[in-house]
Nanobody, 127 residues
């Protein structure tokens, strides 16, 4: 069983930055692809970014490409989401997710392919 705990959310003005962290329990973190998703009130959960376990490939939603950066530190069992140039439309609850260890990256942008989820951290961007 993998537990994920997000942190780093908060209130920031448009144009500002935040860094989200997701700490994972367990000994298989380095073998799991990790993703960030977000959900705004009244909207479906959407893909934000992901990072592969085997070669570190990164994937981004078009809406955040060039502004957000996903990274991982396997020694700390932690994945990060650096968010720059934040916009009011980035306001949402952000969720960290982990795929089953050693799973291929097919469907890495699809929420239902992830096995484990954190509780979420709120990001609010004021205009």
């Amino acid at each position: 069983q993998v537990q994920l705990v997000e942190s780093g959310g908060g209130l920031v003005q448009a144009g500002g930055s935040l860094r989200l962290s997701c700490a994972a329990s367990g000994r298989t973190f380095s073998s799991s692809s990790m993703g960030w998703f977000r959900q705004a009130p009244g909207k479906e959960r959407e893909f934000v970014a992901a990072i592969s376990w085997n070669d570190g490939s990164t994937y981004y939603a078009d809406s955040v490409e060039g502004r957000f950066t996903i990274s991982r530190d396997n020694a700390k069992n932690t994945v990060y989401l650096q968010m720059n140039s934040l916009k009011p439309e980035d306001t949402a609850a952000y969720y960290c997710a982990a795929k089953t260890p050693w799973e291929i990256d097919q469907g890495i942008r699809v929420a239902r392919t992830y096995a484990y989820w954190g509780q979420g951290t709120q990001v609010t961007v004021s205009s």
